[in-house]
């Protein structure tokens, strides 16, 4: 990991404390209380999500690739004393069988996968049949003009937070994944740039 990836990592809470407290934390919080039965995060970053998990989920696991996330994470568990696992892993090869989870989480994650197609297909390939995922993510802007703007300013934000683009349909790709999108809809990212809006927040079954 390039040493920038390292200081993203240890900036990433900062640069989002204005955004928890403003009420992403409160969204994270409304989507993850749907969670129930096996669930896997992916690309859990620091563990943000941590505390939101409800009762209804009877495992955690948390995937994360990169180390110095994943330190964090790893760090997180531990202080909370929590019975989540960490599993060092991208969402487009996940070393779990077919069927193995209940419900999916990613939050501000699909902007960020190598491949989203193939991270999705293998969400697919998870989740039992009947199974949810949830997710919270920032998106294209329906708006045209918007997104056009956020298509110039995606090759910047690709560099400094490594490997984010601005400006994915995540929900349509979502659905031509094969999923039914059950719950879509558009919230304000608090405290967030222009460009980063909005967010999409759902929940989609296999
Ligand atoms: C913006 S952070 C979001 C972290 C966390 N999900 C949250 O809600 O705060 C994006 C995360 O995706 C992780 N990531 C990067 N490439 C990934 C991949 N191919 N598969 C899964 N996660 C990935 C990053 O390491 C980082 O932790």
């Known amino acids: 990991m390039s040493l920038w990836g390292r200081i993203f990592a240890a900036l990433y809470e900062p640069v989002l404390r204005a955004s928890e407290r403003n009420g992403l934390a409160d969204l994270r919080a409304g989507l993850l209380a749907?969670?129930?039965?096996?669930?896997?995060?992916?690309?859990a970053?620091?563990?943000?999500?941590?505390?939101?998990?409800?009762?209804?989920?009877?495992?955690?696991?948390?995937?994360e690739p990169e180390a110095p996330m994943a330190a964090r994470l790893e760090e997180r568990v531990r202080a909370r004393g929590a019975s989540a696992q960490v599993v060092r892993a991208g969402a487009e090869a996940l070393p779990f069988a077919d069927g193995s989870f209940d419900t999916v989480v990613a939050t501000l994650v699909f902007c960020t996968v190598t491949d989203l197609g193939r991270s999705l297909g293998e969400v697919r390939r998870v989740l039992a049949p009947g199974g949810q995922l949830l997710f919270l993510e920032h998106v294209?802007?329906?708006?045209?003009?918007r997104a056009?703007?956020?298509?110039r300013f995606t090759p910047i934000q690709r560099r400094l937070a490594c490997g984010c683009h601005l400006d994915r349909a995540i929900p349509a790709v979502i659905v031509e994944a094969?999923?039914?999108?059950?719950?879509?809809?558009?919230?304000?990212f608090p405290k967030a740039a222009k460009v980063l809006q909005p967010l999409a927040v759902g929940r989609a079954t296999r």
């Open 45 to 63: 970053g620091t563990g943000l999500n941590l505390g939101h998990y409800p009762a209804a989920v009877t495992a955690l696991v948390l995937t």
């Open 140 to 145: 294209r802007h329906p708006d045209a003009a």
């Open 34 to 43: 749907q969670a129930r039965g096996r669930t896997l995060e992916l690309g």
């Open 178 to 188: 094969g999923f039914v999108l059950t719950d879509e809809r558009h919230e304000h």
């Open 148 to 151: 056009r703007l956020q298509g």
